[in-house]
């Protein structure tokens, strides 16, 4: 999951990394169960059908296959809901004779759980049971062993180690700090810790707290307009991701009235775009920006109805644009409370993060647009 844990914490602190004076802050990053099942196939159920043999044999007599997750929340715990097959069988005369074989559901309700220093999130199994199709409990003594020997702890390897995380954080914010302030940058990543975790019935909300420490109050240094290069990149970002949300807004799981949450999203989106591109080409926006515009009319309703749509992307286009609706919606929130921002909501903030996601999807145009950020 290392894609994930460095994009969702780098999307904390990408708003507030310039702040002007030393403070502890905390920032609410959410992880709602659909883009955590979406990362979860991507990285984890890789074979058909969203499968993972989560064990075998050497002779291919035997195995234990996982496939279908489906996440959700109960009680405070994450519940993962895998379909299950599993052959029990032995090598005999260069054949494999079967002796046990079964299909059913396996459930887990999973803990969500900080460790004594803040830097690792686990998800400890608290509860494993496994049921035929019928609802029956399975009363195979072999088969309960394997489960628990195989597949539990194959779900609850599942973790968020900041330590692992740093590295990757680093590496995406320095496009937007300058170069005497990268000592800072480096203080503030180290400082990263979780302070509190919940998960309900939504998702997983994380409480990431850390010191921001850059002492440079000098104002935000305005980014320049794109240039043709770099507008033809970011439409082509642009137009892939909202071709991908339209072709899914129709199956999107939007829970009420739907026609008009999907025309709703529509109509924001093409609106969304104006807005966006008048932001990042128009050589002067300070007044009646166009960005701060939409967001200050819009945002309120689009973000859920995005994260509802983005969900059903596949895992990588999900995450770049489930992390990109939560970017902008911690810098509208940290802004309304009148936070200093590297990243502000607004034309200029705009231009910055579109020249971060041009060389997070081209690395060839990185240095490029570290020298223009």
């Known amino acids: ?12 602190l990408l708003l507030t990394a310039q702040t002007g004076i030393a403070r502890e802050i905390n920032i609410p990053v959410p992880m709602e169960y659909g883009l955590i099942k979406s990362v979860l196939v991507s990285e984890l159920y890789d074979g058909p059908n969203e499968s993972v043999r989560a064990w075998k044999d050497g002779k291919q007599c035997s195995f234990l296959d996982l496939d279908h997750p489906q996440i959700s929340g109960e009680q405070g715990q994450v519940k993962i809901q895998n379909n299950v097959q599993a052959r029990v069988g032995t090598a005999l005369g260069g054949k494999c004779m079967t002796l046990i074989e079964w299909s059913g559901i396996l459930q887990t309700l999973q803990q969500p759980t900080l460790d004594a220093s803040g830097n690792v999130l686990s998800f400890p ?7 035929d199709r019928n609802g029956q409990p399975l009363n195979i003594a072999q088969l309960q062993s394997l489960i628990k020997k195989a597949a539990e702890p194959k779900l609850a390897a599942l973790k968020i180690d900041l330590n692992q995380s740093r590295p990757d954080i680093t590496k995406t914010l320095l496009p937007f700090i300058a170069a005497e302030d990268s000592e800072e940058l ?5 400082s990263l810790r979780f302070n509190q975790v919940k998960a309900d019935d939504k998702g997983i909300l994380i409480n990431v707290g850390y010191t921001a420490t850059n002492q440079n109050a ?9 240039n043709e290069t770099e507008l033809k990149q970011w439409r082509s970002l642009w137009q892939g991701w909202q071709a991908s949300l339209e072709k899914n807004i129709e199956k999107a799981p939007i829970n009420t009235d739907a026609d008009a949450s999907r025309a709703t999203l529509r109509d924001v989106l093409q609106k969304a775009g104006v807005a966006f591109e008048q932001g990042l080409t128009a050589e002067y926006v300070a007044e009646n920006d166009p960005v701060r515009k939409f967001f200050n009319s819009s945002w309120d309703v689009l973000a859920p109805l995005l994260r509802d749509a983005s969900t059903q992307l596949p895992g990588n286009g999900s995450l770049r644009y489930v992390t990109l609706i939560a970017a902008t919606d911690l810098m509208y929130e940290l802004e309304s409370i009148g936070s200093p921002l590297g990243l502000e909501v607004s034309s200029n903030g705009l231009r910055k993060l579109a020249r971060s996601l041009i060389a997070h999807e081209n690395p060839k145009v990185k240095t490029k647009a570290k020298r223009k950020g």
């Open 218 to 226: 000098g104002g935000l240094k305005a980014a320049p307009a794109l």
């Open 186 to 190: 480096h203080d503030t990543i180290n």
């Open 1 to 12: 999951m290392s894609k994930m844990r460095a994009l969702l914490l780098t999307t904390g």
């Open 125 to 131: 199994v608290t509860q494993l049971n496994a049921f």
